[in-house]
T-cell receptor, first 113, second 112 residues
Framework: DQQVKQNSPSLSVQEGRISILNCDYT??????FLWYKKYPAEGPTFLIS?????DKNEDGRFTVFLNKSAKHLSLHIVPSQPGDSAVYFC????????????FGTGTRLKVLA | AAGVIQSPRHLIKEKRETATLKCYPI?????VYWYQQGPGQDPQFLIS???????DKGSIPDRFSAQQFSDYHSELNMSSLELGDSALYFC???????????FGQGTRLTVV
C-alpha cells in the first residue's frame, strides 16, 4: 500500500525552464511534507518542507505547493540548472504519535543544458 | 555544520553472518530513523527512536534489531544475513518529529 506516490518516474526539462515535480498521498493524517534530492549511492539531501497549515513555502529557487483537499503537493524549481539533475523524493509524516517519514517512489529529473 | 555520520560506508558480508551499522546523529537531535533502500526502490522505513526509546517500527525483519544509546548514537544489528539484505542503509536524525530529517551518506551492505 503506497501511501505516497510520485506518478512520474522521470522528467526532462531544458536548462532555465521550470521543473514541476508532483506527489500525491492517500493518508489524510499526513500533516508535514518534505522534498529530498538524491544522487546515486548518497543519502537524501533535504530541500524544503511544508506544514499542512500552509499551502506554499518558498526557499530560493524551490517552492513547494500543498493542496490538502486534493492530497497533492508539488515542487517547483525555477530556473532549472543542470546540477539539479537527480532523483527527487517527497516524504510525508503524521503528527499523531508516529515517528516516521513515508517516502514516495521518486522522480528522476534531468535538466538538459 | 555537523551532519549525520554513518559507519562503515561499505560492508561486505557472507550469508548467515552478522553485521552492525552505526549512526551518529546531528548534535541535539533526539530522534533517529533507519531506512533501507534496495536498487531502484524508494527508501523503506525500518525503525525509529525518540529519546532512546523505540518509537516506531516499519518493515524490519525479526533478524534485525536496533537501539539508541545514552549518547544518542544508534546501531542496527543484522543477523543471519541473506542475499536480499544487500541494500543501502540510511540513518536520519531530526530535532523531534515533524521537523526536517537529515540523512547520513548511508552504508552499502553487500551480502555474498
Amino acid at each position: 500500500d503506497q501511501q505516497v506516490k510520485q506518478n512520474s518516474p522521470s522528467l526532462s526539462v531544458q536548462e532555465g525552464r521550470i521543473s514541476i515535480l508532483n506527489c500525491d498521498y492517500t493518508n489524510s493524517m499526513f500533516d508535514y511534507f518534505l522534498w529530498y534530492k538524491k544522487y546515486p549511492a548518497e543519502g537524501p539531501t533535504f530541500l524544503i518542507s511544508i506544514s499542512s497549515i500552509k499551502d506554499k513555502n518558498e526557499d530560493g529557487r524551490f517552492t513547494v505547493f500543498l493542496n490538502k483537499s486534493a492530497k497533492h503537493l508539488s515542487l517547483h524549481i525555477v530556473p532549472s540548472q543542470p546540477g539539479d539533475s537527480a532523483v527527487y523524493f517527497c516524504a510525508a509524516s503524521a503528527n499523531s504519535g508516529t515517528y516516521k517519514y513515508i517516502f514516495g517512489t521518486g522522480t528522476r529529473l534531468k535538466v538538459l543544458a | 555544520a555537523a551532519g549525520v555520520i554513518q559507519s562503515p560506508r561499505h560492508l561486505i558480508k557472507e550469508k548467515r553472518e552478522t553485521a552492525t551499522l552505526k549512526c551518529y546523529p546531528i548534535p541535539r537531535h533526539d530522534t533517529v530513523y533507519w531506512y533501507q533502500q534496495g536498487p531502484g526502490q524508494d527508501p523503506q522505513f525500518l525503525i525509529s527512536f525518540y529519546e532512546k526509546m523505540q518509537s516506531d517500527k516499519g518493515s524490519i525483519p525479526d533478524r534485525f534489531s536496533a537501539q539508541q544509546f545514552s549518547d544518542y548514537h544508534s546501531e542496527l544489528n543484522m543477523s543471519s544475513l541473506e542475499l536480499g539484505d544487500s541494500a543501502l542503509y540510511f540513518c536520519a536524525s531530526s530535532l523531534t518529529r515533524n521537523t526536517e530529517a537529515f540523512f547520513g551518506q548511508g552504508t552499502r551492505l553487500t551480502v555474498v
